[in-house]
């Protein structure tokens, strides 16, 4: 599986080992493909990292896996990419801890302009896909729940 010093696999529940106390853009954790569930404490520090109420994210409608992390959704989209996904079972969002089942996911990216699979803007607008969203981010990271 080809992943870079930025790239975390987990494949089990587990509290990542990258921290978070940078001072370069270097030393900023890469984005973590998930399999399994993070942990609140790691989901915590991504969530700190870049933009400290949030954190951006990429599922495999498909596969039921995630990539989570990073600036932009484009790098957790490359990284599904680079492990066998296809274009068009990946949809981005931004999970909002704290905000409970219903507001905790905004089905918002660049990466889901297609016209050509019905999606014309940034919002995901196919119920069906933003169902698969929803059960992939409530599997893989939270239901809006409280970080420590």
């Known amino acids: 599986m080809p992943t870079s010093p930025r790239v975390q696999v987990l494949d089990a529940p587990t509290t990542a080992t990258l921290g978070c106390n940078v001072s370069t853009e270097e030393e900023k954790p890469g984005v973590i493909l ?24 990429v599922v495999d409608v498909k596969h039921g896996s995630a990539a989570i992390g990073g600036e932009l959704h484009a790098d957790a989209e490359q990284l599904l990419l680079d492990e066998g996904s296809r274009q068009e079972d990946l949809w981005g969002a931004n999970y909002y801890p704290g905000r409970g089942e219903e507001r905790c996911i905004e089905y918002t990216s660049l990466i889901n302009i297609r016209p050509s699979q019905a999606n014309p803007g940034m919002e995901i607008v196919d119920e069906s896909v933003r169902k698969r969203v929803r059960e992939i981010t409530f599997s893989l990271i939270g239901a809006g729940e409280h970080l420590p």
């Open 34 to 57: 998930l399999r399994a569930k993070i942990e609140a404490a790691e989901l915590a520090r991504l969530v700190r990292c870049f933009f400290e109420d949030m954190v951006k994210y």
